[in-house]
């Protein structure tokens, strides 16, 4: 469609420039002249936020090599620190980590609107085809990105995902050694991940550049499925084209903002705040949301290579699209039958991303194989004989006359297909919580918490107090190993002035060294030490404890969770209600129960907890009334204890909370004001166009 | 097809796009400075920039030693009466860089030579006891530094910088 261009510059330098490298004529032909079907609809503005988050993850990604440390000792550690330390460090992993989500989420939406709008089809099969290449980057890309912070899920998620490969006949076992270049996913397995995961990006963006150049050769789909005949069909691309999708990405990026401020762990399993730990496996290995289709029918299938096998074939069957789909109307606006089976299908997918995230037993796992074979009975089986059987409805002569008929009913229709899609994305996702809801035992009540909701703000005096709480008693057991004692006098802390740190430091005696004479010798805390750990290591906790592990805390307020059941993880969504972890350890805290119910047997060294999963834990009760004095006058209670305890917890878990939510108001009223002037203006536009 | 012409309401459409426009120019500057911002020192490297102690007993009349502060060579050269005098008894005129010694040591304690020890002219570090003035030798492109640490020959066009630093007793240092 983009001919050699008619772009001549005037200005001499550009004029020169441009005979020897027509570069400026390549881009005016494709961005500014390049005809644009009228009658796209805002599911075509997916194309632009799909590039824009392209640009957003390689931009923050690169930033974050910049800190990260890929050895498998030191990854959690300096993801963390990243986040604590780094200037900006917490915005940028944000948007980095709800990135990935969000450019899946985008990157759906583009491939069901392909889809249903016949956007595979003749002339644009090889379009389609990068279209599924990227598709196929993107989930690897994806997937070594998720591996990277080397939590528990990273680590197992690895394990599991590749040994995938196992299933392969005869060389399976040396493929998987090959990939883990070990014996184990290990420290040699994160690194090539790391070289890859930031490789592939770039990969990506040049297929991106093939995808749209065939894009620009074969023009663009429009929602008559038919091609422009003439010039009253298109419009330029800028400003009509340009405009509609500034106005869509700024949408998006309110949506993409909620996240990144509001609801940083939404999309993330608590168990990556746990750090990798080779010994004990997560109790439900879940994969991140967009990949819980595929996951669905790799455990339907009972044989390992047949799973292995049908989990690939779900994505490849994709391409082949453009053949098992013959009927010559491209848009199913026209096709009755196949306008229904889409929307069939959209269910199949949601309904295995949920099962996806289910535990594979009983009635989940009958029904994921029945939706796994209607899955493939879609492309393989409907689609081919619908496109022979199906009488479809005549479409529009041209794009022009779509326009004409166009009624107000459309726009209504659209909204309520977006909203339907945003309910089923947040169906798969709340998917993805109840999977923990199997561990049983009543539900941590929900507390009223300073910290929660927008505005909220940590409260000092409890701060304070839960630091002196932690010190007199959890302090004996459990680390804090990612908190500085400078990190005490930081703005959106408990407030110490510098002197009170560094005084609150030396009270703290350090292991330091070796010195000249290479001893080993200790000396008063300074600001810039961490918290020391009560234990050398793990196995002088567990010998002192008798076999049990005391955690350490830093991070302890985002590593545990419990599920929320059906509908909350909606309205949690829209409350933005995610203290999920602070209401269980402030719980578990106050869940102790001098005799276990009847017909419940304690293990030897246990106690009995009702918040804890299994009730039985190795924790002797740590709190009890009176036993801290508080100078503030507030109540000397177990209660009181264990609220402010649990606040310092979670601000040694996000100590720059309050600067995320005060930043994420900014952004907000920026974005709403942004939006509202892209709308008029695109308004404006386009009424020239009509 | 029609085409965009500023001449039917140009007031208004011009306020919009213009709004709209600095509006979006606004966002891209603010975008801009978290990505620029992370590249300065993060809060452990600052704060692993706090002074330091520097006990100054194990050193001999004559000799020197080195210490890091912040990733940088700090040269603690205890003087002998002649290296002292040396220093005290030049020209100012002479020098590139003029500064008495008495500038360059603490009052009371002229035996004691605290300087970065980071050539002026392209960093790398000099060594102690060498040169024509029995001060400092840059190998890298000859600058020689005399014993209180000022430049006389070779391209440096400064003295090694002295750092922040104070007596908290007699024998022991802060630097920072
Ligand atoms: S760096 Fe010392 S003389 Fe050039």
């Given at each position: 469609m983009s001919g050699p261009s008619d772009f001549q510059p005037t200005n001499p330098a550009l004029k020169w420039i441009e005979r020897r490298l027509p570069i400026m004529g390549l881009m005016h032909s494709s961005f500014v002249a390049y005809p644009t079907p009228r009658n796209l609809n805002y599911f075509w503005t997916f194309g632009a936020i799909l590039s824009m988050m392209l640009g957003v993850q390689i931009l923050t990604g690169v930033i974050l090599a910049m800190h990260y440390t890929p050895h498998a000792d030191l990854a959690f550690k300096s993801v963390e620190l990243i986040v604590r330390d780094v200037n900006y460090g917490w915005l940028l992993r944000n948007i980095h980590a709800c990135g990935a989500s969000m450019f899946f989420f985008a990157v759906y939406i583009h491939m069901f609107r392909g889809l249903y709008y016949g956007s595979y089809k003749e002339p644009r099969e090889v379009l389609w085809i990068l279209g599924v290449i990227i598709y196929l980057l993107m989930m690897a890309t994806g997937f070594?990105?998720?591996?990277?912070?080397?939590?528990?899920?990273?680590?197992?998620?690895?394990?599991?995902?590749?040994?995938?490969?196992?299933?392969?006949?005869?060389?399976?076992?040396?493929?998987?050694?090959?990939?883990?270049?070990?014996?184990?996913?290990?420290?040699?397995?994160?690194?090539?991940?790391?070289?890859?995961?930031?490789?592939?990006?770039?990969?990506?963006?040049?297929?991106?550049?093939?995808?749209?150049?065939?894009?620009?050769?074969?023009?663009?789909?429009?929602?008559?499925?038919?091609?422009?005949?003439?010039?009253?069909?298109?419009?330029?691309?800028?400003?009509?084209?340009?405009?509609?999708?500034?106005?869509?990405?700024?949408?998006?990026?309110?949506?993409?903002?909620?996240?990144?401020?509001?609801?940083?762990?939404?999309?993330?399993?608590?168990?990556?705040?746990?750090?990798?730990?080779?010994?004990?496996?997560?109790?439900?290995?879940?994969?991140?949301?967009?990949?819980?289709?595929?996951?669905?029918?790799?455990?339907?299938?009972?044989?390992?290579?047949?799973?292995?096998?049908?989990?690939?074939?779900?994505?490849?069957?994709?391409?082949?699209?453009?053949?098992?789909?013959?009927?010559?109307?491209?848009?199913?606006?026209?096709?009755?039958?196949?306008?229904?089976?889409?929307?069939?299908?959209?269910?199949?997918?949601?309904?295995?991303?949920?099962?996806?995230?289910?535990?594979?037993?009983?009635?989940?796992?009958?029904?994921?194989?029945?939706?796994?074979?209607?899955?493939?009975?879609?492309?393989?089986?409907?689609?081919?004989?619908?496109?022979?059987?199906?009488?479809?409805?005549?479409?529009?002569?041209?794009?022009?006359?779509?326009?004409?008929?166009?009624?107000?009913?459309?726009?209504?229709?659209?909204?309520?297909?977006?909203?339907?899609?945003?309910?089923?994305?947040?169906?798969?996702?709340?998917?993805?919580?109840?999977?923990?809801?199997?561990?049983?035992g009543p539900k941590p009540p929900g507390e009223k918490w300073s910290f929660a909701g927008p505005f909220g703000k940590f409260d000092r005096g409890a701060l304070q107090r839960g630091l002196k709480v932690y010190k007199e008693v959890c302090a004996s057991c459990h680390g804090l190993s990612f908190v500085a004692f400078r990190n005490l006098a930081e703005p959106g802390g408990p407030g110490y002035s510098v002197a009170q740190a560094a005084a609150f430091a030396s009270e703290y005696k350090v292991k330091d060294g070796p010195n000249d004479a290479g001893d080993m010798f200790e000396r008063p805390g300074r600001p810039a030490d961490y918290f020391p750990s009560p234990f050398p290591n793990e196995q002088a906790a567990r010998a002192a404890n008798g076999g049990a592990y005391p955690p350490d805390l830093s991070l302890i307020n985002k590593a545990r969770s419990y599920g929320r059941g059906f509908p909350m993880f909606l309205i949690d969504f829209f409350t933005q209600y995610q203290e999920q972890g602070p209401d269980y350890v402030a719980a578990l805290l106050q869940g102790y129960e001098d005799n276990a119910p009847a017909g419940f047997t304690l293990p030897e060294g246990s106690y009995y907890n009702k918040y804890f999963p299994g009730h039985a834990i190795k924790m002797p009760k740590p709190l009890s009334d009176g036993q801290v004095t508080y100078d503030d006058g507030s109540p000397a209670t177990v209660a009181q204890y264990a609220k402010d305890v649990t606040t310092f917890l979670m601000w040694t878990a996000e100590p720059h909370m309050e600067a995320r939510k005060a930043l994420g108001l900014q952004v907000f009223v920026f974005l709403i004001l942004l939006t509202i002037l892209l709308y008029f203006t695109k308004k404006k536009v386009w009424a020239n166009a009509h | 097809m029609t085409t965009a012409s500023s001449a039917d309401h140009p007031t208004r459409r011009d306020f919009l796009y213009v709004a709209t426009g600095s509006v979006a120019a606004v966002g891209a500057a603010f975008t801009v400075w978290p990505l620029v911002s992370q590249m300065n020192p993060d809060a452990s490297t600052i704060a692993a920039g706090a002074p330091i102690e520097v006990d100054l007993t194990p050193i001999a009349e004559g000799q020197d030693i080195k210490v890091f502060w912040r990733g940088k060579p700090i040269y603690i050269s205890h003087r002998t009466k002649k290296q002292i005098e040396a220093a005290q008894n030049v020209a100012l005129a002479s020098l590139p860089d003029p500064q008495p010694d008495s500038a360059r040591v603490k009052a009371g304690h002229d035996q004691w030579l605290v300087v970065i020890g980071i050539c002026t002219h392209l960093g790398c570090i000099p060594i102690a006891h060498e040169g024509a003035y029995d001060g400092f030798f840059c190998p890298c492109h000859g600058s020689v530094y005399d014993t209180s640490g000022r430049i006389r020959q070779g391209p440096a066009p400064t003295n090694l910088p002295v750092p922040p630093y104070t007596f908290v007793s007699d024998t022991k240092i802060q630097i920072g």
């Open positions: 070594m990105g998720y591996v990277l912070p080397w939590g528990q899920m990273s680590f197992w998620g690895a394990t599991v995902i590749t040994n995938l490969f196992s299933a392969v006949p005869y060389f399976g076992e040396s493929i998987v050694t090959l990939l883990w270049g070990g014996y184990s996913v290990g420290n040699p397995t994160l690194n090539r991940f790391f070289s890859l995961h930031f490789l592939l990006p770039f990969v990506i963006a040049g297929v991106v550049v093939l995808h749209v150049w065939a894009l620009h050769v074969a023009g663009q789909n429009n929602p008559a499925g038919v091609e422009p005949k003439t010039a009253k069909d298109t419009v330029p691309f800028t400003p009509y084209a340009t405009m509609k999708d500034a106005f869509g990405v700024s949408c998006f990026l309110l949506f993409f903002a909620w996240f990144i401020f509001y609801m940083p762990n939404y999309l993330g399993d608590p168990e990556n705040y746990i750090p990798a730990n080779p010994a004990v496996t997560p109790a439900h290995i879940v994969p991140e949301w967009y990949y819980l289709p595929f996951y669905a029918i790799l455990r339907s299938i009972p044989n390992k290579l047949a799973g292995v096998v049908a989990m690939f074939g779900a994505i490849v069957v994709l391409a082949f699209l453009p053949w098992l789909d013959s009927a010559k109307t491209r848009s199913s606006k026209y096709r009755p039958l196949a306008k229904q089976f889409f929307w069939m299908f959209v269910v199949v997918c949601i309904g295995l991303g949920y099962l996806g995230a289910q535990p594979p037993e009983g009635i989940y796992v009958i029904v994921g194989r029945i939706l796994t074979f209607l899955y493939f009975a879609y492309f393989l089986i409907l689609l081919p004989v619908l496109s022979r059987i199906e009488k479809p409805r005549p479409v529009p002569n041209s794009i022009a006359d779509d326009v004409l008929a166009k009624s107000g009913g459309k726009a209504a229709t659209m909204v309520s297909s977006v909203i339907a899609l945003m309910v089923a994305g947040g169906l798969l996702l709340g998917g993805a919580e109840s999977a923990r809801a199997a561990e049983g | -």
